[in-house]
């Protein structure tokens, strides 16, 4: 009887095995594709890293210029806001224009001291 299930076995082993093979194949070929393609990690970070970089020196430059920087979330315009409750009560920020659906924020960029107190001279 082991006899008869023996050679069965064996092809089931065989087809598992050719299986397996085909399947780490066509992985293979997959991810040579999405190589060529996007790049290795290293330069999916760098392209991720410098993005980052120009849109956080560009948020922050229209920020000091007065103008409202976007969303790191969903890209729309923000507004300027005041915390209402909590330690931070009376301090203001950046809120998403798409509030509720976004809850999209950003601390404001504090001007340098000189400019606040040539600012507050103008005032009086």
Same mark, same amino acid.
């Given at each position: ?44 970070? @760098?392209? %991720?890293? =410098?993005? /980052?970089?120009? #849109? +956080? &020196? *560009? ?47 950003? @601390?404001? %960029?504090? =001007?340098? /001291?000189?400019? #606040? +107190? &040539? *600012? ?5």
């Amino acid at each position: 009887m082991f006899s008869l299930l023996l050679p069965t076995l064996a092809n089931v082993a065989i087809t598992l095995a050719h299986q397996c093979d085909r399947m780490l194949t066509g992985l293979l070929e997959y991810q040579k594709k999405q190589f060529l393609e996007n790049g290795g990690v290293k330069e999916q970070m @760098t392209r %991720a890293r =410098r993005a /980052q970089r120009s #849109q +956080s &020196s *560009q948020s922050t430059q229209s920020t000091l210029r007065g103008e409202s920087p976007v969303c790191p979330l969903c890209g729309k315009p923000m507004v300027r806001r005041e915390q209402k409750r909590g330690d931070r009560a009376g301090s203001e920020f950046w809120g998403c224009s798409d509030y509720p659906r976004c809850r999209g924020s950003r @601390t404001i %960029a504090q =001007r340098s /001291q000189s400019a #606040q +107190s &040539s *600012q507050r001279s103008l005032k009086e």
